[in-house]
């Protein structure tokens, strides 16, 4: 009862045994497992993780709402940090979504608590976070992707994305991993290959060569250092996300760092 069997991949015509255990009993094969708090699917998709992750957060928001009577800033995003934004970000490098439905999902459950603050009821999101000095959920999670990729290329962490750093001529990158268009003579389907793309290795990538030049040169220095960095350069990069009617107010095409940070240069 320790084991499951999840098979990933085409499986037409093809009848997928199971696999038994040392006394002869199958494991039982399913579409989905529960890894490290983390539900993962046998598409590769999280949306049952994001889903349960979401429900979560919101029975959280209602039992804090209700028991709690203040309204104030303080208490009110000390009582989101700990009880609701730990449950929204555990292992987000993980499971961090690109679809824009599920962007939206999660980014409502900050906006709607947010807007219960005293005072802040009558701004729009945009400038809640503002007022609150705070990063959309969004931003936090492609944040962490940045932090993360620079740890592996300076050897902080284990490198189990295999990324690769190389100067050209004075500025570092990240190497873009070319996504194949076929394998063994097959040709790979588009859905294929926008999982790849949207995968934790190519987004780390896409996020940390759109960084300026002297945030990507950063070396041989703590987290820490780099991360004030970073942040001082997030500050000038707007933050807004597309979310419900937001979205006719926004000029780039998503809020991801990659398409502000775009519109940015070409305006």
Not at 111 to 120: D, P, Q, R, V, W
Not at 130 to 135: I, T
Not at 209 to 214: C, H, R, T
């Given at each position: 009862n320790k084991f499951e069997q999840m098979s990933h991949g085409e499986a037409k015509n093809i009848k997928i045994e199971?696999?038994?255990?040392?006394?002869?009993?199958?494991?039982?094969?399913?579409?989905?497992?529960r890894d490290l708090g983390v539900i993962a699917n046998n598409n590769l998709l999280f949306r049952e993780h994001?889903?349960?992750?979401?429900?979560?957060?919101?029975?959280m928001s209602g039992v804090l709402l209700r028991t709690f009577s203040t309204r104030q800033e303080e208490p009110m995003m000390r009582m989101f940090n700990s009880y609701i934004k730990s449950k929204l970000e555990y292992c987000s490098l993980v499971w961090s979504p690109w679809h824009q439905n599920e962007i939206n999902k999660l980014e409502r459950i900050q906006?709607?608590?947010?807007?219960?603050?005293?005072?802040?009821d009558q701004l729009d999101y945009h400038q809640?976070?503002?007022?609150?000095?705070?990063?959309?959920?969004?931003?936090r999670r492609e944040r962490y992707l940045i932090i993360n990729a620079w740890q592996q290329i300076e050897g902080l962490t284990e490198n189990v994305l295999g990324l690769k750093a190389r100067r050209l001529g004075r500025s570092r990158r990240i190497v873009s991993a070319k996504i194949p268009i076929g394998i063994n003579g097959k040709r790979i389907k588009e859905r294929d290959r926008t999982l790849i793309h949207n995968s934790t290795a190519?987004?780390?990538?896409?996020?940390?060569?759109?960084?300026?030049?002297?945030?990507?040169?950063?070396t041989k220095t703590t987290t820490e250092t780099f991360k004030r960095h970073l942040d001082k350069w997030l500050s000038s990069i707007p933050d807004t996300p597309k979310i419900d009617g937001y979205g006719a107010n926004v000029a780039a095409e998503t809020n991801s760092i990659f398409h502000q940070t775009r519109y940015c240069i070409i305006r």
């Open positions: 199971p696999y038994k255990t040392q006394s002869g009993n199958e494991i039982k094969i399913g579409e989905t497992v994001i889903d349960n992750i979401v429900t979560s957060s919101k029975i906006k709607n608590f947010t807007s219960k603050i005293y005072g802040l809640r976070l503002k007022k609150l000095n705070l990063y959309s959920l969004e931003r190519r987004k780390s990538e896409r996020l940390f060569n759109v960084l300026p030049q002297s945030i990507r040169n950063i």
